[in-house]
């Protein structure tokens, strides 16, 4: 195998190119949209498993001035009280990133063009065809383009999973709207890397002081119906406002306060996950990334999941023949991806629960917090370039 077509170049697209060049194989990645990720989405966390995938390729230094460390998560209930909190720490004790997710995209779209990958950019798959030896892309401006593989890495509307799977269910929505800003108030007490997630009596929210001043800030209001196509991108910055004034009157904490110092317009988005796909591959087209296994934000490992599918793909095709390739590469990943899918789905649910939930979760909270790390398996993956994609 010598070539690949990569479809998607948001975080998984350009990371599995750069692996597939580490094992030998020469990728083009394929974009739909005009150019590199602008301003999109508002920001992330890359946490230490996802580094150390980075790594695996030498990656990792392209991110790290993007981001700054967030080596704790501390929770906090409606009335100020702090539940506990968790490290973001992995085995060799470094900690997790925050950024901007457009920092993100537009870093590992410059590493993979400083190492000579190829973009095309307003390059939108309609369809693709296999046979025994290769593969044939087809896009929307009519061009084709052949290849040993197509990857996947198209994200939760993805292309290629119709392909793959033309029976797929459609992606599962999560019953909470998701807006977020860059607020010019600092909440008295805050530190700089510490993530406060704040329990409301009405909604879940969450800030960060970065290091360059100011707060970052989200927040879910909850919605238990899927809401019609473009409803929520089209409401209003003055209706966002109203709606998380109403949902966050009385609670002891900055949120109102921050989304008052935040420059508008305020945007929403909601979100949509996918629980499991019947099958990743198919003849010479795999999945990656959020089109083989979208994870709730809530779960904080959407793109350190992505980044790890690449580099774990690229071993297995650069050891074994290509289909044997693609069936250990889905053995190794499917189990954890979807535990990590099922954790985000209950963890966002259980953010806005009915008020004799909330009064429970909140007495639960700080027993379940001080166990030993609850969420520690999530980070606890190591990718050894070095080492047989399948070991003996």
Request: net charge positive; aromatic share 6%.
């Amino acid at each position: 195998m010598t070539r690949a077509i990569v479809v998607g170049g948001g975080v998984a697209g350009p990371v599995a190119a750069m692996a597939l060049q580490k094992a030998g194989i020469e990728a083009t990645v394929h974009e739909a949209h005009a150019g590199p990720a602008g301003d999109v989405g508002a920001w992330l966390g890359l946490q230490v498993n996802g580094l150390d995938a980075l790594r695996a390729i030498d990656a990792e230094h392209a991110v790290a001035g993007v981001g700054f460390p967030t080596p704790v998560i501390e929770f906090r209930s409606w009335t100020g009280t702090v539940l506990g909190a968790l490290p973001t720490s992995g085995p060799g004790g470094s900690s997790g990133l925050s950024m901007r997710r457009s920092d993100l995209y537009r870093a590992l779209h410059a590493e993979a063009l400083r190492r000579g990958v190829r973009f095309r950019y307003g390059s939108r798959l309609v369809d693709a065809r296999c046979t025994a030896s290769d593969v044939t892309a087809v896009f929307a401006d009519g061009t084709t383009e052949s290849a040993d593989l197509l990857v996947g890495a198209d994200g939760v509307r993805s292309t290629v999973r119709s392909l793959v799977d033309p029976g797929a269910a459609a992606p599962r929505f999560v019953p909470v709207l998701n807006t977020a800003g860059y607020s010019e108030h600092v909440p008295p007490g805050a530190e700089v890397g510490r993530l406060t997630m704040v329990f409301g009596r009405r909604g879940f929210a969450g800030y960060l002081v970065p290091p360059s001043g100011g707060t970052w800030w989200f927040a879910n209001p909850p919605l238990d119906r899927e809401p019609p196509a473009g409803e929520v991108a089209g409401t209003p910055d003055a209706e966002w406002r109203a709606r998380l004034s109403e949902l966050h009157r009385g609670d002891r904490s900055p949120i109102l306060a921050l989304v008052e110092a935040t420059p508008g317009p305020l945007r929403g988005w909601t979100t949509y996950d996918v629980p499991t796909v019947r099958r990743w591959s198919a003849g010479r087209m795999v999945l990656i990334g959020d089109a083989a296994h979208a994870t709730s934000p809530a779960a904080g490992q959407g793109s350190s999941l992505a980044v790890e599918d690449a580099i774990v793909l690229a071993r297995c095709l650069r050891d074994l023949p290509p289909r044997a390739a693609l069936e250990a590469f889905e053995g190794l990943r499917r189990a954890r991806a979807e535990r990590v899918v099922a954790q985000g789905f209950r963890t966002s649910s259980a953010k806005s629960p009915p008020a004799v939930g909330r009064v429970a979760r909140d007495l639960v909270m700080p027993f379940v917090l001080r166990r030993r790390d609850p969420q520690a398996w999530m980070r606890a993956h190591s990718v050894d370039w070095d080492a047989p994609a399948v070991p003996a």
